[in-house]
């Protein structure tokens, strides 16, 4: 068996964590069903953007349960592509835009007069 950094999630341990805080554990159950659920958003539409999320917040664990119930909603493997390209583009984006801190940082809190009439 090869080793990783992400242990699999076992009907175990699924239990166990279900037994330390049975109350929240429900409460999140019910929550994600809610979140889930048809409303404004097809349930499809709300996997994809899961999907996307599940990229940028990097979880292997949402990423894997996600992608399968985004399938199972219709998704087709170019939807889920595309929803991750989306998820790329977006975290570039947050980094090419928070790159006016830095400007800041470097040339104090307004840019210099000829960077402001380019």
């Known amino acids: ?18 037994d ?11 929550f994600s069903r809610a979140v889930f659920s048809n409303g404004a958003l097809p349930e499809k539409t ?27 909603k219709g998704a087709s493997p170019q939807e889920i592509m595309e929803s991750i390209w989306v998820a790329a583009e977006m975290r570039a984006g947050g980094a090419y835009a928070h790159s006016t801190l830095a400007l800041h940082a470097l040339h104090g809190e307004s840019a210099p007069a000829d960077v402001a009439t380019r």
């Open 46 to 72: 709300k996997q994809l953007i899961a999907v996307a999320v599940a990229h940028v917040t990097q979880c292997p664990y949402c990423i894997k349960g996600h992608t399968r119930l985004a399938s199972r």
């Open 20 to 30: 330390l805080a049975p109350d929240i554990h429900q409460a999140f159950e019910d």
């Open 1 to 18: 068996m090869t080793e990783t950094v992400y242990h699999p999630t076992t009907p175990e341990l699924a239990r166990w964590r279900e």
